[in-house]
């Protein structure tokens, strides 16, 4: 069957290259649509019969192009990507229905909730324990912006008419000349904005996923939850959604100065009218259909009650008498509507809100009309739950030293501490746990800040209701945590003994940084202030970095640096009874946390899952997992089957020991692999021959995200980066090195039989090698060789032979501890990796040629915005065609 649908697959594909094709020569002519040809058929002909003759015609052509021609090129080839992507989404949606038609209880799809539910019914849980499972776990999903997805909403538009139009042709009607019309709008448009995206841009296309496909999953998710349940056992509970949505694109200043508090009171602002759009919307929908009348049903004294109250409260028009669930929606449109502006009183809380749904659903199931009331009221009232009147509780984050800067001139301003950067960690922390056991603030009244660092940080403060947590990045020692409490109270969020109205969360990042996280940790702990926050909140989160971290020790040390950080910080928290939450900072290139999100969940360490995890979702990892209502439900069903999994070990379970051999032979491991990794970026001529090999100066120069790339203004080492540029140019020149790199010398430290025992029986040592295969077979030496023009030859002789060597050698390891090749458990993957390396050749061979004439024109040349332009392209095109790029 899934051979059919993937020939219904290759029939889309080829419809809408054949529309492309017309369309540019519709709009930019034969020669460009010739050359667009050619190119594809050498690229095509390489891959299947690599030839000397054969490349130099392929890169003569593409290095006599005119600057417009090569502009056209590159977005002929990227446009192919955007369809196609949608086309593949369209097949997985296909794969997944044809997959659930045949799932049964006996014989569940694999990672769906009937083969959970039958898991944990196998280890001996009763209905009782997997109801408590199921009604504690949630899942924190949170927004965050990407460079690498950009794509203006006009183009995201014309893409959803091409996948409504696909639909319908698959039904069978004459909609062919209309896509064909829709894919030349698509040709015709231009892909990139005018200036640099705003903060107030990369909101907008976070939270378009909100209300879209998440908004119609979340129901869905509950009622597959719950059927899954009474399938196993003849019962169905009464389950609550076990997701919450948060974003931090508005809030997170950290390295951003366009994060203003300004920024941040408009971002909460308009998440929360969205959701409120939608609430409005959903009750509209309500008011319409629960046309039952009072001659006919007799209504629950609940309900009546409730509508007697809003008889008092709310002046409604006399429409609907009679109709008693029209005019209780009515009430509730008019609360709804009142947070929008209107004249009336509001709802207070999302709770409140829920439980007037509640009320609602309550009565119709009295009437004996549940099935009403699961397909009219139970879908909004989960949304509620799930999203809650603001859409995504928002997230500030801040780096720890300008919270210093910040505390040191209020500590100076309030005459308590003249130098407070001069102190030590530890004197900081003896002073702010002093004086936090007062609540008096520090500034004088009306003292207006000096400086930036305190000023945004109060301001920011002031300004924020959505409240998600405080992070705090690059936190090194307790007062990084303290300071934030100081900070809260000088604007009347802190009272000595309570707990803030918000969790306050150490991001530990760098290698150093994880591996001191447990003794931070046990200082907070240990710290009577901050005791009382954690008391105050249920728990403690804890934030874990996986960009810088595999920036600072590479890929291997990296992840098992994240592993020991998680088991020493629990069994700290654990010694003190107090439950520690994780807050996965993963992104979505292998490199930084990427993969499969549900085997990640499945390799974490046993004791460290509990019932609540927080992930980051990244724009591009939001395009591709929730684009689709189908792909989101998939996709988060397989992430909330390995959490419940997980979650009901660490409840219920005894997870085994972890062999002393496999422990000790992973330390050797990551020691070997960090010592390669920072020998590689120590050597003399590494940052030179780095710059010059990818684009990351032109990434740094172009429009392409609000965040700078570069930490401070001065560059001249790999720690001034930004971990996202870092993977993202490598990803560029299809090297991926962050993935892998280290990864042989490290393997070589295990003896093979250990090494197959360690990943046939470690969840965790068997995904950390599934992602760096991934990131291995998406790489390509032959293209990467390419780049080597654009670098001085003793550079390149200095380092590009060593990389290549390193590379052949972490494939054959891996395959070796396989026992099979790369991709043996990712057959799509390896399918649509050789379906798309002739069409991403073309963009990375153009984009070569295109940086070679950009470093040779003057700034003021007239021809430097087009090159500009045409390189932006380039480098989102490659992104497009890669997918998981940074």
């Given at each position: 069957m899934e051979d059919l649908l993937f020939a219904e697959l290759k029939r889309e594909v080829d419809l809408l290259g054949r529309a492309l094709g017309k369309a540019i020569r519709t709009l930019s002519g034969e020669r460009v649509f010739a050359l667009e040809e050619r190119i594809r058929?050498?690229?095509?002909?390489?891959?299947?019969?690599?030839?000397?003759?054969?490349?130099?015609?392929?890169?003569?052509?593409?290095?006599?192009?005119?600057?417009?021609?090569?502009?056209?090129?590159?977005?002929?080839?990227?446009?192919?990507?955007h369809l196609v992507n949608l086309a593949e989404e369209r097949q997985r949606v296909r794969v997944n229905r044809e997959r659930e038609k045949r799932s049964t209880p006996e014989a569940p799809r694999g990672e769906s909730f009937l083969a959970l539910v039958g898991q944990l019914k196998a280890q001996g849980l009763g209905y009782e324990e997997v109801v408590a499972v199921l009604?504690?776990?949630?899942?924190?999903?949170?927004?965050?912006?990407?460079?690498?997805?950009?794509?203006?909403?006009?183009?995201?538009?014309?893409?959803?008419?091409?996948?409504?139009?696909?639909?319908?042709?698959?039904?069978?009607?004459?909609?062919?000349?209309?896509?064909e019309a829709r894919v030349t709008l698509l040709w015709g448009t231009t892909e990139l904005r005018k200036a640099r995206p705003s903060v107030e841009d990369e909101v907008k296309g976070g939270l378009f996923y909100a209300t879209g496909a998440l908004w119609q999953?979340?129901?869905?998710?509950?009622?597959?939850?719950?059927?899954?349940?009474?399938?196993?056992?003849?019962?169905?509970?009464?389950?609550?959604?076990?997701?919450?949505?948060?974003?931090?694109?508005?809030?997170?200043?950290?390295?951003?100065?366009?994060?203003?508090?300004?920024?941040?009171?408009?971002?909460?602002?308009?998440?929360?009218?969205?959701?409120?759009?939608?609430?409005?919307?959903?009750?509209?929908?309500?008011?319409?259909?629960?046309?039952?009348?009072?001659?006919?049903?007799?209504?629950?004294?609940?309900?009546r009650l409730a509508l007697e109250e809003q008889a008092r409260r709310l002046s409604l028009p006399e429409r609907f008498q009679g109709e008693p669930y029209r005019r209780f929606g009515?009430?509730?449109?008019?609360?709804?509507?009142?947070?929008?502006?209107?004249?009336?009183?509001?709802?207070?809380?999302?709770?409140?809100?829920?439980?007037?749904?509640?009320?609602?659903?309550?009565?119709?199931?009295?009437?004996?009309?549940?099935?009403?009331?699961?397909?009219?009221?139970?879908?909004?009232?989960?949304?509620?739950?799930?999203?809650?009147?603001?859409?995504?509780?928002?997230?500030?984050?801040?780096?720890?030293?300008v919270l210093s800067e910040a505390v040191a001139e209020l500590l100076r301003v309030g005459g308590l501490q003249e130098n407070y950067l001069a102190l030590d960690p530890e004197a900081r922390e003896v002073l702010l746990t002093q004086e936090l056991a007062t609540a008096r603030p520090l500034a004088p009244v009306g003292y207006r800040p000096q400086s930036r660092a305190l000023q945004t940080a109060l301001e920011a403060l002031r300004v924020w209701r959505a409240r998600g947590a405080h992070v705090v990045s690059m936190t090194h020692h307790p007062s990084d945590l303290l300071e934030v409490m100081l900070l809260a109270r000088e604007v009347g969020l802190y009272r000595p003994g309570r707990g803030l109205p918000f969790d306050v969360?150490?991001?530990?990042?760098?290698?150093?940084?994880?591996?001191?996280?447990?003794?931070?940790?046990?200082?907070?702990?240990?710290?009577?202030?901050?005791?009382?926050?954690?008391?105050?909140?249920?728990?403690?989160?804890?934030?874990?970095?996986?960009?810088?971290?595999?920036?600072?020790?590479?890929?291997?040390?990296?992840?098992?640096?994240?592993?020991?950080?998680?088991?020493a910080i629990s069994a700290v928290a654990k010694s003190r009874n107090v439950q520690v939450y994780y807050f996965h900072?993963?992104?979505?290139?292998?490199?930084?946390?990427?993969?499969?999100?549900?085997?990640?969940?499945?390799?974490l360490p046993p004791g460290t899952v509990g019932r609540r995890m927080r992930l980051t979702e990244q724009g591009e990892a939001l395009a591709d997992r929730y684009a689709h209502p189908e792909l989101a439900y998939r996709n988060l069903e397989q992430m909330l089957y390995h959490l419940a999994l997980a979650?009901?070990?660490?409840?219920?379970?005894?997870?085994?020991?972890?062999?002393?051999?496999?422990?000790?032979?992973?330390?050797?491991?990551?020691?070997?692999?960090?010592?390669?990794?920072?020998?590689?970026?120590?050597?003399?001529?590494?940052?030179?021959?780095y710059e010059q090999l990818t684009p990351i100066r032109e990434i740094g120069a172009l429009n392409i995200a609000s965040r700078p790339v570069y930490r401070s203004g001065r560059v001249r080492e790999i720690k001034d980066l930004?971990?996202?540029?870092?993977?993202?140019?490598?990803?560029?020149?299809?090297?991926?090195?962050?993935?892998?790199?280290?990864?042989?010398?490290?393997?070589?430290?295990?003896?093979?039989?250990?090494?197959?025992?360690?990943?046939?029986?470690?969840?965790?040592?068997?995904?950390?090698?599934?992602?760096?295969?991934?990131?291995?077979?998406?790489?390509?030496?032959?293209?990467?060789?390419?780049?080597?023009?654009?670098?001085?030859?003793?550079?390149?002789?200095?380092?590009?032979?060593?990389?290549a060597r390193s590379f052949e050698r972490s494939r054959a390891l891996l395959e070796e501890t396989f026992q099979g090749p790369l991709l043996r458990n990712h057959p799509v993957l390896a399918r649509q990796t050789e379906l798309r390396n002739p069409y991403v050749d073309p963009i990375s061979l153009v984009q070569v040629e295109l940086l070679a004439r950009y470093r040779r024109t003057p700034p003021e040349s007239p021809e430097r915005p087009g090159l500009e332009r045409a390189l932006m392209l380039s480098i989102l095109g490659i992104a497009a065609g890669l997918r998981n790029a940074g």
């Open positions: 058929e050498l690229t095509k002909a390489l891959r299947h019969a690599p030839s000397e003759a054969g490349r130099r015609e392929l890169l003569g052509l593409i290095q006599g192009l005119s600057l417009p021609e090569a502009e056209a090129v590159v977005r002929a080839f990227s446009a192919y990507f009604s504690r776990l949630r899942l924190h999903l949170t927004f965050t912006a990407h460079p690498t997805e950009t794509r203006r909403r006009t183009q995201r538009h014309h893409l959803a008419e091409v996948q409504r139009l696909l639909e319908r042709l698959e039904r069978g009607e004459p909609v062919l000349e209309e896509l999953a979340v129901p869905r998710l509950v009622e597959g939850l719950e059927r899954a349940v009474e399938a196993h056992y003849g019962r169905r509970p009464d389950l609550t959604p076990p997701l919450v949505f948060r974003s931090w694109i508005g809030g997170d200043r950290d390295g951003n100065p366009n994060v203003t508090p300004e920024v941040t009171a408009w971002a909460q602002k308009y998440a929360r009218e969205l959701a409120l759009r939608q609430f409005v919307d959903g009750v509209d929908g309500q008011i319409r259909d629960l046309s039952l009348t009072e001659d006919r049903v007799a209504i629950s004294r609940e309900l009515m009430g509730l449109r008019r609360r709804l509507r009142s947070l929008l502006g209107e004249m009336g009183p509001g709802y207070e809380s999302t709770q409140e809100f829920a439980d007037d749904l509640r009320k609602m659903e309550g009565s119709l199931e009295q009437l004996g009309l549940g099935n009403v009331a699961r397909t009219f009221v139970r879908p909004l009232r989960f949304n509620a739950l799930a999203f809650g009147l603001d859409l995504v509780a928002l997230d500030l984050r801040e780096e720890s030293r969360v150490p991001l530990f990042e760098t290698l150093s940084d994880l591996q001191n996280a447990p003794r931070v940790v046990a200082r907070l702990l240990e710290n009577p202030v901050f005791m009382a926050h954690v008391q105050g909140r249920g728990g403690l989160e804890v934030m874990i970095g996986y960009s810088d971290s595999n920036k600072d020790a590479g890929f291997l040390a990296a992840n098992w640096a994240l592993y020991q950080a998680q088991e900072g993963r992104g979505t290139s292998t490199a930084r946390g990427g993969g499969t999100a549900g085997r990640a969940i499945a390799s979650s009901a070990r660490d409840l219920y379970g005894q997870a085994e020991p972890l062999p002393e051999a496999w422990r000790e032979a992973m330390e050797r491991a990551a020691q070997r692999s960090t010592e390669a990794y920072r020998e590689l970026l120590l050597r003399p001529g590494f940052f030179e021959f930004r971990a996202i540029p870092w993977v993202m140019s490598w990803t560029q020149v299809r090297l991926l090195l962050p993935g892998w790199y280290g990864l042989a010398e490290g393997l070589e430290e295990i003896p093979l039989g250990l090494r197959r025992e360690m990943f046939e029986g470690w969840p965790f040592f068997a995904t950390t090698l599934d992602s760096a295969a991934i990131a291995l077979a998406k790489a390509d030496l032959g293209i990467a060789r390419e780049y080597l023009r654009l670098v001085e030859p003793k550079l390149a002789e200095r380092f590009f032979p060593s990389i």
